[in-house]
């Protein structure tokens, strides 16, 4: 009689792990589709949440040159002075904002310092600067390439 207990007590706790298998694997299955797949969107931190954003009323208007300059929708000159500032983190295209913005506008559109100094910021850029400065908007995901 002992012998025929054992056994089912065996039945019982391997029906037991088979269903304790099912529902792990049952329970994986969800958490997985629930999971949201990892994009550049959603893994990117944001300049302003990795960087201060204290530049001086000089930079700020070095900024809104190049913004002006390149032109475009308010988003894209937003996402221009984003890429000049992710420049200047990234310490190979200059340590200033001063320093990235003559370097593309001397050496890349070959203007004068007197062209840089007759470009005066519009609505638009200044609309740009905003987004960035007081609503955190970052569209540049830490691009070092300017949109023309």
Known sequence: ???????????VYLI??????????????TANSD?????????????QDKYSMDWSDVDEMYLLKIATFKGGTV?????????????????NYGDSIIAVVTDELYGVYGLSPHDIDNIVSDKESEEAMELIKNNKF???????????
């Open 138 to 148: 970052d569209n540049s995901y830490g691009s070092f390439v300017y949109k023309n």
């Open 1 to 11: 009689m002992k012998m025929m207990e054992l056994k089912q007590f065996e039945r």
């Open 35 to 47: 999971a949201v797949e990892p994009t550049i969107e959603n893994t990117y931190t944001k300049f």
């Open 75 to 91: 988003e894209d000159r937003a996402y221009n002075i984003l890429v000049t500032l992710n420049r200047v983190c990234d310490g």
């Open 16 to 29: 037991f792990l088979i269903l304790m298998l099912i529902l792990v694997f049952a329970l994986s299955q």
